[in-house]
């Protein structure tokens, strides 16, 4: 344990027993509500309640630059990073879209932009202006990545103040799979060619440039894959550091994390190697179809919502799962028992 880190009680499981033998009163065969059975009984140990609420959810988009982009890794600009973030503040971007369905409180956190912004509708908590060029020196010095780690948990606990009950977190940054490649690949020991993606769109001999590239950031950064600290300063993102903190202040908290893609699951396993406490706090919205995704949430041994073929990051894909946690949740408080609706149970006749 780390000093910058919060202390992550274990999950309430009396509460979560007392969920379950609850789900088996209600007015349906034991168990024929599936997956969305085990979500609600883990809603319950997550947050201690025996009826779980999830609502309002926040969304929280950690926006940042990765110097990594000069290296052409992208198969758009920099520049996009700071324009989706004046998207996001206008209300165009698919995350707004979806937010709004979910009646979301949405906050957009600059940790690390390097190109202007709007002044309103941003909360500024920039570290620096974007990583270094992680295939040239490390992307940042660990204080920066604690400086990171510690915006995140700000924006987790701006959203329990606001009385938000689902952490759903997502990010904006040009060149983050680049970044969440190369920790991916340090954290798990899998081969960089085995994870290595498409990101935006990048193919062929820029795919093959990419993959060659991290495989030598690899080498030239050497980061000692049993410290998370040093992974995640040598080679991550400002906005991947941030999900660290928020997901660590979240279930600090009791309050359900929504997990969204590849780059968020990079986040949440370097998380969860720092304090294995977390992992029961999360929930795992979608599987991205960025190839690397696979990987990292069969590290984490996690089953994903929702497969969608999403590839777009900023939290939509947890977003769109979000109704299901609702559903649990209101599974539980709202149906009716065999008692109270006069329907027989199993085997009386
Ligand atoms: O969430 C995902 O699974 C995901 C997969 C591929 C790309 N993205 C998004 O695309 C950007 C990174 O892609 P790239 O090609 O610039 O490394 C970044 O802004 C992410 O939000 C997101
Ligand atoms: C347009 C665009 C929107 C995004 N949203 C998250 N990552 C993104 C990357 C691009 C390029």
């Not at 609420?53 to 290296?71: C, I, K, M, T, Y």
């Not at 929702?306 to 947890?318: I, N, P, T, V």
Request: with cysteine.
């Amino acid at each position: 344990m780390n000093d910058a880190l919060p202390f992550i009680a274990d999950v309430d499981t009396a509460c979560a027993e007392r969920a379950s033998r609850h789900l088996d009163t209600l007015t349906k065969p034991p168990g024929s509500l599936g997956r969305l059975e085990a979500l609600a009984v883990s809603l319950a140990g997550i947050t201690g309640e025996a009826f779980p609420r999830v609502s309002p959810p926040a969304v929280v988009v950690f926006a940042a630059d990765h110097g990594v982009a000069a290296e052409g890794v992208s198969a758009f600009p920099q520049a996009v990073t700071a324009q989706m973030v004046a998207n996001f503040v206008t209300g165009g971007a698919a995350i707004n879209v979806f937010a709004r369905r979910i009646g979301a409180h949405l906050e957009v956190v600059d940790v690390g932009v390097a190109n202007a912004l709007p002044a309103e509708g941003v909360v500024h908590d920039r570290v620096r202006p974007g990583t270094a060029n992680l295939a040239r020196e490390a992307a940042m010095q660990r204080d920066e990545a604690l400086a990171a780690i510690a915006a995140g948990r700000r924006a987790a606990e701006r959203a329990a103040v606001a009385g938000c009950r689902c952490l759903i977190v997502g990010e904006m940054g040009i060149a983050n799979t680049t970044a969440s490649s190369a920790m991916l690949a340090v954290l798990t020991g899998a081969s960089v060619a085995g994870l290595v993606g498409p990101g935006t769109g990048v193919a062929g001999a820029a795919l093959a440039r990419k993959q060659a590239i991290i495989e030598s950031a690899l080498v030239a950064r050497a980061p000692d894959p049993a410290e998370p600290l040093d992974v995640l300063a040598k080679l991550g993102g400002l906005e991947i550091a941030a999900m660290v903190g928020a997901y660590l202040e979240a279930a600090a908290r009791r309050m359900p994390v929504l997990v969204d893609g590849f780059i968020a699951t990079v986040a949440a396993l370097t998380a969860c190697r720092l304090e294995p406490a977390l992992r029961p706090y999360l929930i795992f919205g979608h599987r991205s179809h960025e190839p690397g995704h696979d990987h990292a949430l069969a590290a984490l041994d996690a089953e994903p919502l929702l497969d969608m073929s999403l590839r777009l990051g900023e939290g939509s894909g947890a977003a769109l799962a979000f109704p299901l946690l609702e559903a649990a949740s209101a599974m539980l408080a709202e149906m009716a028992t065999f008692d109270a609706a006069g329907v027989a149970t199993e085997g009386k006749t």
